[in-house]
């Protein structure tokens, strides 16, 4: 594949972009393809410890950007929050091992109780785990997440909230990831991400598109161009900050894993380099 875009090494994917793949195999292409990183979700230490995976990417001259994903502090039960933090203990292990420099953090939220309670449920999540994290060199980033998630996935729906939330923690090693298909929408959003810029806490930044019309508020995710976010615009807020890192790739769409997923990363960098 040509590399046409100068800045194609800062262009990284999501493992579950391409989930078709092993991640053997997502590594290999992803490398082949010129792109210069991989942000790893946790199942693919089924096929490859992090130790390993770390070394695998290494040697393919592929970055490993980040490890995907941590959180869902908020529960009713306090059984469930206890094992939430051990699993997150683990996650920020499974970083280091990794080589990854930060964990993307989707906080969590129980339909059973408050949303205030679901978040002082995450702050006392990422209290719990701040040490850990700190002493293993890893970086916690809080993701907000669409509104339309508020009831299960994550109580922190604005970056707003992201940002107040790590006011509150107040620790230099947790701090955000702006995902433009979760924030788009937000009419603050050019305001909070300058504000992320005072405490040098945008640590990660993903795109996709928004289809519309949107067949599944899950798995209907369009490549950059295929909707209706001003993806450049909101790059230019992020790059105004002094964030220079690698921009991330997440798609979750049943359309495009359906397809031969060769020819769909072709069209991830081919996304990229027209509308990113």
């Known amino acids: 594949m040509k590399e046409t875009h100068p800045e194609l090494k800062r ?4 493992s579950i972009t391409t989930k078709p793949w092993r991640i053997s195999e997502a590594v ?3 490398a082949r393809a010129g792109v210069g990183g991989i942000t790893v979700w946790r199942d693919a230490f089924s096929e490859l410890s992090p130790a390993e995976l770390r070394r695998y990417a290494t040697d393919a001259g592929l970055s490993v950007v980040s490890l995907c994903r941590g959180g869902f502090f ?6 469930r929050r206890r094992r939430a933090i051990e699993d997150n203990l683990r996650a920020i292990d499974e970083a280091a091992a990794l080589g990854a420099p930060h964990i993307v953090m989707v906080c969590g939220a129980d339909p059973e109780i408050p ?3 679901s978040r002082m449920h995450i702050v006392e999540g990422f209290q719990a785990i701040s040490d850990h ?3 293993s060199g ?3 980033a809080v993701e907000p997440l669409h509104p339309m998630y508020a009831d299960t996935r994550s109580a922190i729906n604005t970056l707003g909230q992201a940002n107040d ?5 107040n620790e230099p090693h947790i701090g955000v990831a702006v995902d433009v298909y979760h924030l788009w929408w937000d009419p603050e959003l050019e305001s909070e991400i300058a504000r992320t810029a005072q405490a040098d806490r945008l640590f990660a930044f993903h795109v996709c598109d928004w289809r519309s019309p949107t067949r599944d508020m899950l798995n209907d995710r369009g490549l950059p161009g295929d909707g209706c976010i001003r993806i450049p615009t909101i790059r230019e807020w992020v790059e105004r900050t002094g964030f220079n890192g690698f921009i991330e790739v997440e798609v979750f769409s049943t359309e495009y894993w359906s397809m031969d997923q ?3 990363l072709e069209r991830i960098v081919a996304s990229y380099n027209e509308h990113v």
């Open 11 to 14: 262009l990284c994917i999501h």
């Open 28 to 30: 290999s292409e992803y």
């Open 74 to 79: 908020a529960a009713a039960e306090t059984a």
């Open 115 to 117: 949303l205030s309670e």
């Open 133 to 135: 994290a700190a002493k």
């Open 138 to 140: 890893v970086k916690l």
């Open 165 to 169: 939330m790590c006011d509150i923690i």
């Open 262 to 264: 060769h020819e769909f």
